[in-house]
Every structure is written in C-alpha cells, then in structure tokens.
C-alpha cells in the first residue's frame, strides 16, 4: 500500500496514473482538510476520471487505485496508523507545506512507530525536495529527490480530472519496494532535471502569471504576440543560461503553453507565489548576477510577482 498525502488533482492525474499502469499496488489517499474528493470517491466505488486533454481531441480513463481516502484535520489518527503500515509514501502537499507542522507532523508521527525503513517521496516543486524532508525530518526514512511535470488544471468536478497528454517523473534510484512505474526515469542525480523544470518551465508559468493581468489562462497569454516575445527573451537570454536543456526542450514546452484547450489558470499558478518566485526565479537571477550579468528581465518578473 502506498499513503499518498495530499489528494490534489496532480496527484490523481500523474502518480495515481503511473501506479495503476504498474499494476498490484493500491493507494490510500491522505487530504488535508476538505472532504470533497475524499468523499466523492467513496460515493463512486473509489472510480474517476482521468482526461488527457491535447490541442485536437480527449483521450479518457477511468482509474480505481485509490481504494481508501483520509482527511488529516478529521482523522490524524488514522492517517498516523496508514502512514506506520505503509510499504511506501508520496506526497503532494504544496510548496508552502514544507515546515514544522500539518501532514509533515503525522508524517514524522508514523514514521517513528515504523520497526521497517521506509522510502518517503516528495512530488512537489521544491529544489532538492527530498533533501528539504531529510533536513525538516531528520534522518528517519530515505527521501529520494524527484521531478514530476505535467499541467493539471484545478477541476471543478471532484471525480473527473483534466490534464495534458505530457507526463514526466524522474525519481532518484533508492532501495526498498516500489511498484514497477511504465515510464518512470530512475536516475542517480535528478538535480539537471528539477533545475530545468523548476526555472524553464515554473519559472516562465510564474512569470506569465505576474505580468499577463489581461489573460485568464496560459494558452491565452502565450498566444499574446508581446507576452511571447518577452518569455523568448526571458528564456534564451537568462534562464537558459542556468540550466542543461536539451535540444528541442523549450519548443516542446512552449507548444504544451500554446494548447488551446488546457484552460490553465494563470489565477492558479499565482497561488502561492511568494513561495513560488523563491524557488523558481530568484535563484537564477543570483547566479547570474554573480557571474556578472545583469538580469533586468527577471528582476521585472520578480518584482512584479511579489507586489
């Protein structure tokens, strides 16, 4: 059984996929605090679905590996005594989430009643996000440092789930069982990958979120002759310069930008942005400065996002 804590859209379109192509691996999916998805799954026989959603047509699932949901405030007992029996532990808590307190306190609670090791990994967008749970937890379980991408917009219907045709997870090699993931990449270090996600491609959606305060979603932006020209700018003058992208990478994501039919709010990936600009721009623009450039372009972006 994998205790998967939070029970967002990502996770039900990206590690929930891969574990159910995998196969003989069931998932206990851990809320927060609201009871509408955990509910809602109960009330289908634990189905929804996933709709991968490309510029000319749909392609949809349905995906039952999520056979039993907690919500943390109602029940940290509970969630205390999965995380404890557990063969391993994702989670998708946000970027804020990671300090002393909430799920990563039950976490540490049923980690601590465990007699086995246990593998603990981290799917959200944090640099170096197993090593940020190590330091925050101590050296109590392994936390393998991950990347994950793939755009999922917020739902508005809690059994059935939007996102790209695009899916990406990289996982540092760790021991220990783990379900056999179609397509997931097992790498020594997965640092180039989460710096080129981080800054290309987070890095951009925050900077679109900032300044396109006369678009709604990011297809809309991008298709913006003017926001287009500053993000190429933006890209092939500061953030490819702090990064190893392969050929072919920033046209690939800028087409996933341009999908018409992915309505990913840019009000969404403004959430959390004094986290967000943190992590993704702020970083960059040091090292360039260090190395002697002047990044007028981040420092816009920067400014702008945190007011």
Known sequence: MIVHLGLGAFHR???????????????????????????????????YTVISRGPERDEA????????????????????ERIQAADLVTLTITEGAYEPGGMLDLLARGIARRTEPLTVISCDNVPRN?????????????????????????????????AEPFSQWVIEEFPGPRPDWPGVQFVP??????????????????????????HETV?????????????????????LLTVEAPEGYVDTMLERFRNPRIEHR????????EHKIAQRLIPAADELRAAGRDPVLIDQVVRRALG
């Open 189 to 214: 270090d997965s640092r180039p990958y989460e710096l080129m996600k981080l800054r290309l491609l987070n890095g951009t959606h925050s900077a679109l979120a900032a300044l396109a305060t006369h």
């Open 219 to 239: 297809a809309e932006a991008i298709a913006d002759p003017e926001l287009h020209d500053f993000v190429r700018r933006l890209l092939d003058e500061e953030l």
């Open 266 to 273: 840019l009000d969404q990936i403004a959430t959390g942005a």
């Open 130 to 162: 197993g090593e940020v749970l190590r330091r925050l937890l101590g050296d109590v379980a392994t936390f393998p440092c991950t990347m994950v991408d793939r755009i999922v917009p917020t739902p508005t219907d809690p059994l059935t789930v939007v």
């Open 13 to 47: 379109a990206h590690q929930a996929v891969y574990t159910q192509d995998a196969g003989g691996w069931e998932i206990c999916g851990v809320a927060h605090r609201r009871r509408t998805v955990a509910d809602a799954l109960r009330g289908n026989d634990w189905r």
């Open 61 to 80: 699932r349905e995906i039952d590996v999520i056979r039993d949901a907690l919500v943390a405030a109602d029940e940290p007992e509970a969630v205390v």
